[in-house]
């Protein structure tokens, strides 16, 4: 028998026919995809690339079919899509799989779709669809066999559908997080769907109860439905729901008790976060049965009595936030030792006191621990040095001793980043020629409110990443270090209320961020929420923060300072916030202060300054406080530009100031000329104070409801 062979390219020619038979498209389902692609306004391309692919849909990109050439599979998410997603999506009866997410549609999801007799995952999610979630006709009386549904992050909004997940029986996962859905948590979730075990409905607003329902939900593991407007108490109910692993309903107004009798059934749970609303009592002794337990988050809430014992026996636990809480009493009975898995611990503004128990040095992985706004009190143990992951410590607003002691203690903490340890160590020396070295990565540090005596000390020198330094309100005295411009970093610079004397020294006029553009950046890295925005109402301690980018501030207020403003101060055109009140400075104000044009509150009130206010003042366009009173200035209060928006307290104090408006009326009848900016210099610096202006206001609010400005 001759043998011949069959060239190549006929075998492949050969291939792709039978390939191509056995999975062409039906014509049916390429006019339902072409519908599809009809209703877009933008396709991304796609629109080109199915028609260079032939005329089987089934070769088209993001297209995928079974063996009989009908699509099952339609994975679109991401293509730059846009306009409406066309209901002849749902024609394509062997439709499996949708995932459109992250495209840019508009209109709502079309009905048909949801109710689709074959689609089992629909994905959505992050595509911009509005408009109400269509709740499916009561007629449809057979199951959906829908089983993934994510239309997260969209803006669909209107009341959450209740009736719909009656038919939903093969549900298993449901995100519809971050929406504008209103109404309540729908009752029949789990009698229709018994499968669901994933439920997020967070980020939305839904109002009313927690369905006693969701106890049916005997495969659910994840529920989250933080921030939204839920009140009431838990139901008992939940508790049946044993399988679950994250229960979550932070920032919602719930109250009552955690029941400690029925908390211990769910012992599978991995995260309870119930902060951010009205729980009260205390925390159940059988919380120390939650063996799985990793996150514990109860805090902002009215929670009270002591730390129970067997919180040691949760030796998973990495994050225990009981922050703005009403707790009290010895943490001593907490063995924080067997914790090893401890990242995170944040008691911040409690009741509670005594002094830190030793096995708190032993929980080698801790990251940041906040105890600020408590009673503890004693020393600080040689034994944090231990503690070599530290990042974020705040001790503020405690009655902690010896000062030197911490400091030699922390050094050895190579990894602190943020160190808040004011309104401690009362009446203490600041600690000065101990060799304090380490502290290589400290970016913040705060020493406010002791009373601490001594001179600003020369270790702080060597603190090359420190950004942010505050040592206001104790007593320190001498001048302010000429090696004060080597740290390159450092962009806010508070140091008033003490006793400072001496001149504005030269290198405080060549500090590198005050006079560079580069923003002042610095972001926590300690794992805390810090999502606390503060600042003072006063002028003094200033502690505000616009997401990481922080104001540059150079404060030098209420000390002894004395000697003229030098002209350098103009070099300094980063600044934000210059005070320098409440000194012995004479002599006139430079002009060169008007260089300073980033400038929003500046305060030279209460020294001796002499000479007229000088026109430059006028160029300052983003100065919303202003304060020059009590000094001995003359001549014209401007009554035209910025400085004439100001009130006359601002101006108080200074006899020889005269004006149209004051008594004291000018001789001379104009103001100084005002310079004008050009037009692109001011639309840009509108939008930065229009972004502040938000900033500040949220800031108030912030401050109203925490009620206090100690966010350390
Ligand atoms: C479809 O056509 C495009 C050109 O428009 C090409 O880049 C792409 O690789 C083709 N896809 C398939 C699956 O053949
Ligand atoms: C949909 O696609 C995105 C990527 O574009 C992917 O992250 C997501 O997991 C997919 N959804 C489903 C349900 O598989
Ligand atoms: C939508 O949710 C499903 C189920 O949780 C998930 O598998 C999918 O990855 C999510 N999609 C995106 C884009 O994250
Ligand atoms: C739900 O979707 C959002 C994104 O929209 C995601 O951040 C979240 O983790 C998802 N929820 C769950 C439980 O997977
Ligand atoms: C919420 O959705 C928006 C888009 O609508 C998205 O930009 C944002 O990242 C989402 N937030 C979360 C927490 O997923
Ligand atoms: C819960 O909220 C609903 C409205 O959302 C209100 O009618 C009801 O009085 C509230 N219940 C409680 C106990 O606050
Ligand atoms: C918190 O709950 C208590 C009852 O425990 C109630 O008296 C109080 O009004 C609630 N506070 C808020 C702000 O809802
Ligand atoms: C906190 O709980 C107490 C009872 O323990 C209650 O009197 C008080 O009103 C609650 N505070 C708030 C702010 O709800
Ligand atoms: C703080 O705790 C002490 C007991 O340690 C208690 O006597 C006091 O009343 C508590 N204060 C507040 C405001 O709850
Ligand atoms: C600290 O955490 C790491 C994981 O981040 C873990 O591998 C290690 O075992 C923990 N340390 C201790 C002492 O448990
Ligand atoms: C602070 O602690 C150090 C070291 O333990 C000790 O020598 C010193 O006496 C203490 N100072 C005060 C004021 O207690
Ligand atoms: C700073 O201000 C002085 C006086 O107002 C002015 O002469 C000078 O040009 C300014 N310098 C810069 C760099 O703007």
Known sequence: MPSFTVPPVVTFVLLLILASTATACTEHDKHSLLGFLAELSRDGGLA??????GTDCCEWEGITCNEDGAVT????????????ISPSLADLTSLLHVNLSYNSFFGGLPRELMSSGSTIVLDVSFSRLNGPLPELPSLVTTDRPLQVLNISSNQLGSEF????WKMMKNLIALNASNNSFTGYMPSSLCIGSPSLTLLDLCYNQLSGDIPTTLGDCSKL???????????GTLPVEIFRATLLEYLSFPNNGLQGELDGAQMVKLSNLLTLDLGGNNFSGNIPESIGQLRRLEELHLGNNNMSGKLPSTLSNCKNLKTIDLKINNFNGDIGKVNFATLQNLKSLDLMRNNLSGVLPESIYSCSN?????????HFHGEISLRIGNLKHLSFLSLVRNSFTNITKTLH??????????????RNFMNEAMPQDEVIDGFQNLQYLSVHDCSLTGKIPIWLSKLTNLKILGVYSNQLTGPMPSWINSLNHLFHLNVSNNSLTGEIIITLMQMPMFKSDKAGIYSEQGLLDLGVITYATDLSPLQYRIGSTWPKVLNLGKNKFTGVIPQE???LKALLYLNLSSNNFYGEIPQTIGNLTNLQRLDLSNNHLTGEIPASLQTLHFLSEFNISNNDLEGPIPTTGQLSTFQASTFNGNPKLCSSLLLNHCDLVEAPPISIISAKQCSNKVIFVIAFGVFFAVGVLYDQLV????FG
Do not use: Q
Request: hydrophobic share 40%; proline share 2%; aromatic share 4%.
């Open 48 to 53: 080109m690339s199915w028609r260079d692919n």
């Open 73 to 84: 599979k339609v994975s679109l998410g991401s293509k730059g899509l846009e306009g409406r």
């Open 161 to 164: 559908p209740s009736a719909t």
């Open 221 to 231: 593991k994840v529920l989250k439905v933080g921030h939204n407007n839920l009140n």
């Open 366 to 374: 801790l990251t940041a621990l906040r105890l600020s706004v408590n």
């Open 409 to 422: 203690a922390l050094k050895s903490c190579r990894n602190i980043s943020t160190l808040l340890i004011g």
């Open 569 to 571: 101060i103009g070099h």
């Open 707 to 710: 009620l206090f400005r100690y």
